[in-house]
């Protein structure tokens, strides 16, 4: 497996627990290459490796694996999302309970790129909402081919208690200001990610651990491709996107964020993905 990292100015590769500098490249130009895997391998040389000392020193300066790409987003796509959604919006059960079921999956327009928040960034909750929680996702990143090129974590913020009222609020629920985090790298694998993954959630108040929950990539209903077929449909990206693809972790309804907590969610082969909670 290979992680890509981007930096203010420029972008790391890690294998193997070594770590090589991507020189005079933008980031939509690297996620773009053709047969991406490949194309990295090649740059994996000795002139281009840095030592310890500096990968330590740039670990903090890693910013969301994004330049020019939108964020699109997948609901319903797990069992327990299906049931969250029913729990929050007496009036909307059928609807949610119908698209779990359809063919054509929910998809929604989730933010633009500056807008997103990078692994240690704040994210935010609305304040004219009761009711907020994170939703911790496997994205995958989608190439300006139409091909699911890389994986990264994805925390999709919702106000519950805002699209619970009305189903058609659904936009100011889920897009607003540092509403998406996505890190800290994309992964980019020879093959397609292990349905076997797990996808972790923590949230920590004062120090304390005040939920966990965890879920694994085989508990989706729908299939990767299918998502990114369905979302290419009526959709074309010069530089690609990125596509959240649901969640199976939900805290429960008598949990909501405040101010000061902080999000980790974590995903094998990809690394943690932590934010603290800021109201907006």
Known sequence: M????????????????????????????????SELYSWLETLIVKDLQIDPLTWASNKN??????????????????LRSRDARMEESEHAKSAYDLVYEADRPELFFKSLPHRVAGHHQKVNIRRDSTWNV????????????GQIAGYTCGNDMSSRSIEGENTLYLPQAKTYERSAALGPCLLVLNHPIDSSTTIDLKIFRENACVFQGQTRVNA???????????LLRGLKFEYGCYLMTGTGVV??????????????????GIGILENEVAWF
């Open 134 to 145: 994170p939703e911790p996702e496997l994205t995958i990143f989608i190439n300006s081919s």
């Open 251 to 268: 805290p429960p309804t008598t949990f909501t964020l405040n101010g000061g907590d902080v999000v980790e969610i974590s995903i094998d």
């Open 220 to 230: 989706m209903k729908r299939k990767l491709e299918d998502l990114k077929d369905y």
């Open 61 to 78: 300066k890693i910013e969301a694996p994004i330049q020019s790409q939108e964020v699109w987003a997948s609901g319903v796509t797990y």
């Open 2 to 33: 290979i992680r890509l990292y981007k930096l203010s100015s420029d972008i790391i590769i890690e294998k193997n627990n070594e770590h090589f500098l991507i020189k005079h490249k933008t980031w939509d130009e690297v996620v773009n290459t």
